[in-house]
């Protein structure tokens, strides 16, 4: 009794650190969906994209010295060259392709940016978060706990980059073009829209959010080449409760997944729950939202 | 002609098992090691073979696999004083029934869901199963299992050669028992999956039954891999089967072309042999493989997506064979099932 009574005292600070680590998965969430939406390859590469960014950002502002926006600026833009060297050089070429094996090359990005980090900032050794916002934070009345500036804005830009992404999709020329390829990239053609630009340009903004999301996670997690790698995984359950498709679901997925993570922590005294947590929702996600005969993606 | 064809191909089978046997004999005991390791690499690869050759599937978690079968040993073995072969056939059971579970959840899904699927088994095994503190009489907690060298009816396997030919002989048996499942009738019915699954059950084949079965055997080659390894290095510990071991293999297997048992024998050279002499021969680190690996499959699948080995087996097929009987294509390709969900 005593223990669960003290695990139900921990709930309001566990939530919001699922709430947290929610906008964390989200922000990976959102570049995921938005390639695989375009392009319908699910890409494996993405955290370690995110990770490649992220430890550019760390050369520029930890190691040089330069002020903490430029890193991130540095780092946008190394995510948005890695996404269209991907999409240039290894994905349109394959076009008419199964996507099987566009996939399979997301999987060989990984294992490159995740060599060629591990050679340029050795992976096991300490590396310094680049600091953007301040770690200090503010108690939220009534409560016991301390809700860190940092914290507070990772779930505000996670939500924030959300509404952005589904309103340029929505509202702006570039994402009618990007729903129309992502519906049927011939009739697409046949309007006149350059398939090729477009799922391109999902390829670069995709990227460069995931590199946000890196720099943004970093003084959160573990900083080292693995751990924002398979920050992946963890984006992969949030969109897969989004089907992959919708971003609202993903987000909204994202925090589900944070805080089925951190809930069990309050009662069990094993760090394992939190893999236990994830593994049982993917499982979930992939039996019922894709089972056979589930309704139809609409993205070919 | 097909005579002819069986000849070769006989006479290339019989001179790499000469060769197999014979150089490691005039090698030093160092690199015995690293051809015992190459051997069970190689049966990792020829699992992944049976997966994707034959019934169109994608895993990235063989190494979990193999980590049931080390793992079993080690803690039967070091932890439990069980002998060797008993804890090697559990082993191997177990890590099939875990094959099993996994198909059966893979049933419903194919392609990129099956990616994703054993993505998340690898990072669980990773992250939960063999963590310390989570199942220590499995995982060893902190510390790791260290069995000894078993002895094959009353040989004992502990000097480097014997150990190699042992494992060479299990690697042989294996790619018979691949081979046999290959040309036989399962053969027949497992491409018949591969190639369409409504066809398959509409003649009246069990999809469901055959699937799991393909798992299984899988799971079961890649556990006894583990089982060797954990007796060949002599000490069991989670850094050996973690996911980057799993994605690497599966990228040796897509670039040797998975849908040829040659692939095992020349994915397991290059994986051991290849880290090796790079770190010899350059003094580079062992992370410029791990690169060479990746962009060696991004660069196979853009520009040659059927595989090294493959490609070679069919030129020289195409050289002995009248141009009536050309390889079908379709037999050829590995691993472009266009999965069905996303199709």
Redesign the interface.
Known sequence: MTIAAAGISLLPGLTVIGIVLGGIYALAAIGLVLIYRVS?V?N?AHGAVAMFSTFIAYQVSVQSGLPGWIGLLAAIAAGIAMGFVIER??MR??TG?????K???T??????L???A??IWK?NAYHRAVKLVSKSGFRLTGTSVVVGYDQLTTVLVALGLALATAAVLKYTTLGASMRAVADDPEAARLWGISVNRVTAASWMVGSGMAAIAGVLITPLINFDT?SLT?VV?DA?VAA?IGRLTSLPFAVLGAFILGLVQTYPTAFFN???MH??A??AL??VA??VL???GARK?R?? | MTSDLRLVRWTAVGVGVALGVLIPALLSDFLRTLAADAAIAGLIVLSLVVLTGLVGQISFCQYSFAAIGAFTVGSLVAGHHWDFWLALVVGVVFAAVVGVLVGFVALRLSGLFLAILTIGVALFFDRFVLAAGNWNSFSGGLSSWRPGRPSFFGIGLHGEYAFYLFAFGVLLAACLLVWNLRTGKTGRVLRAVRESEVAASTVGLNLTAWKLTAFGISAALAGLAGALAAVRVGSVSPGSYDFLHSISIAAIAIVAGAGSIASAAAGGIFLIFGREALIDWTSLSTQWFDLIIGAGLIFQLVYAPDGAVVDIERRVMRRLRPPKHLPREAEQRAPDKVPAAVG
């Open positions: 319908g699910l494996f050089f290894t070429p394959l392709k199964p996507v099987l094996t996939v399979v090359i999987i060989g990005w990984l294992i490159v995740q060599a060629a591990a050679l992976a693995f398979l995984i992969f897969l094993n760090s394992g893999e236990v994830t593994f993917l499982l992939l039996a894709f089972r056979p993606l993205v070919a």
